[in-house]
């Protein structure tokens, strides 16, 4: 193997050191996808975690008094043979106590909560205009529902902005020095990671970031570098303020067998409009783990080619190419993204 080179980034293009790739049966290149492992919950999600349970029990709480003492509750507010209505209002309670607690679709539940609360200040109202109805006991009870209903809106906010979350890997035929320098070079991640328009270093540690978002969306934000293993490791996340909350890691780890380097990267955002903003992303073509897998095979054949692959303008093909090795034998023909 030839001795490795030192290169100095961004000088376009890039040549790793070659290193043979290896094919299974039926002579297709594929990367190696790592499924979404189990992590620790981010300060955010436990908040929210926190919020849906303290509500989920308040819910069944108040669904049970309301189911067992109607009539003591329909005689303190002054609307007399209303103990049906209670009763039902009870029941809705508790099955949203339930469903909060079960922990399967909090966001659903806490909004359903929401609109609960707004039935529950209608009929208030309704009730004060009662010939026997206490106004006075009607509006303490109106100002307190109003004061819940602004913490399940925070709560159901908070829980609909929950992060979305993907993990990816690729082999690439380089050292994992190389692709570590590549990678520190901020400079360098537009240059295969499709929406980054702009990574601006701003000192050792922090840069500010343009992004394209869903249907035009132009967002940026700053980050900074949380972790920095040379060679192994690289971990940023947005500071605080930013209109994405963004964290995203990778990983480098010598291939078995000296036969390249393991790159593996995460990524973890909350978008604007949180998971409505990931699913409309999602329709637009936009699917987070499908732009990652893009990125790493984008990053592959930068790294080892200098160039990015495509078959645009091509009648038939395959939509990326693997390896520019694998394509120059298979295909007669390559058309390249120059840098």
Same mark, same amino acid.
């Given at each position: 193997?030839?001795? #490795?080179?030192?290169?100095?980034?961004?000088?376009?293009?890039?040549?790793?050191?070659?290193?043979?790739?290896?094919?299974? /049966?039926?002579?297709?290149?594929?990367?190696? #996808?790592?499924?979404?492992?189990? !992590?620790?919950?981010?300060?955010?999600?436990?908040?929210?975690?926190?919020?849906?349970?303290?509500?989920?029990?308040?819910?069944?709480?108040?669904?049970? =008094?309301?189911?067992?003492?109607?009539?003591?509750?329909?005689?303190?507010?002054?609307? !007399?043979?209303? +103990?049906?209505?209670?009763?039902?209002?009870?029941? !809705?309670?508790?099955?949203?106590?339930?469903?909060? *607690?079960?922990?399967?679709?909090?966001?659903?539940?806490?909004?359903?909560?929401?609109?609960?609360?707004?039935?529950?200040?209608?009929?208030?109202?309704?009730?004060?205009?009662?010939?026997?109805?206490?106004?006075?006991?009607?509006?303490?009870? &109106?100002?307190?529902?109003?004061?819940?209903?602004?913490?399940?809106?925070?709560?159901?906010?908070?829980?609909?902005? /929950?992060?979305?979350?993907?993990?990816?890997?690729?082999?690439?035929?380089?050292?994992?020095?190389?692709?570590? +320098?590549?990678?520190?070079?901020? +400079?360098?991640?537009?240059?295969?990671?499709?929406?980054?328009?702009?990574?601006?270093?701003?000192?050792?540690?922090?840069?500010?970031?343009?992004? &394209?978002?869903?249907?035009?969306?132009?967002?940026?934000?700053? =980050?900074?570098?949380?972790?920095?293993?040379?060679?192994?490791?690289?971990?940023?996340?947005?500071?605080?303020?930013?209109?994405?909350?963004?964290?995203?890691?990778?990983?480098?780890? !010598?291939?078995?067998?000296?036969?390249?380097?393991?790159?593996?990267?995460?990524?973890?955002?909350?978008?604007?409009? @949180?998971?409505?903003? &990931?699913?409309?992303?999602?329709?637009?073509?936009?699917?987070? &783990?499908?732009? *990652?897998?893009?990125?790493?095979?984008?990053?592959? +054949?930068?790294?080892?080619?200098?160039?990015?692959?495509?078959?645009?303008?091509?009648?038939?093909?395959?939509?990326? @190419?693997?390896?520019?090795?694998?394509?120059?034998?298979?295909?007669?023909?390559?058309?390249?993204?120059?840098?």
């Amino acid at each position: 193997m030839a001795p #490795e080179q030192t290169l100095e980034y961004p000088t376009p293009p890039i040549r790793a050191e070659a290193v043979p790739p290896t094919l299974p /049966r039926g002579g297709e290149m594929r990367e190696k #996808e790592v499924q979404p492992e189990h !992590r620790p919950a981010t300060p955010w999600e436990t908040d929210a975690h926190a919020a849906a349970t303290a509500l989920g029990l308040f819910s069944i709480g108040l669904g049970a =008094a309301e189911i067992i003492f109607p009539r003591a509750i329909a005689g303190w507010l002054g609307i !007399r043979r209303r +103990q049906i209505l209670l009763r039902a209002l009870g029941a !809705r309670e508790i099955a949203t106590g339930i469903g909060l *607690l079960s922990g399967r679709g909090r966001a659903t539940w806490l909004w359903s909560r929401v609109l609960g609360d707004a039935i529950d200040l209608g009929l208030l109202a309704a009730a004060s205009q009662l010939r026997h109805a206490k106004s006075r006991r009607i509006a303490a009870v &109106s100002a307190a529902v109003a004061a819940v209903t602004a913490g399940d809106v925070v709560a159901s906010i908070r829980a609909s902005h /929950r992060a979305v979350h993907t993990r990816q890997s690729i082999t690439v035929n380089a050292s994992p020095e190389t692709a570590y +320098q590549f990678w520190r070079c901020l +400079q360098n991640l537009p240059r295969f990671m499709r929406h980054v328009e702009l990574v601006r270093p701003e000192g050792e540690r922090r840069s500010h970031w343009v992004v &394209s978002g869903p249907g035009g969306l132009r967002l940026e934000w700053d =980050a900074e570098l949380t972790d920095d293993q040379p060679n192994r490791l690289l971990a940023w996340r947005s500071l605080p303020g930013s209109p994405v909350r963004h964290v995203g890691s990778v990983e480098f780890e !010598r291939a078995p067998g000296e036969r390249g380097t393991v790159v593996r990267a995460e990524v973890e955002y909350a978008p604007p409009a @949180g998971r409505l903003g &990931s699913k409309i992303a999602t329709l637009l073509g936009r699917d987070p &783990s499908q732009e *990652l897998r893009e990125d790493l095979r984008r990053f592959k +054949q930068l790294l080892e080619t200098g160039e990015i692959i495509t078959t645009e303008g091509q009648p038939a093909g395959r939509s990326q @190419g693997t390896s520019w090795r694998y394509d120059a034998t298979v295909r007669g023909e390559r058309e390249y993204v120059r840098f």
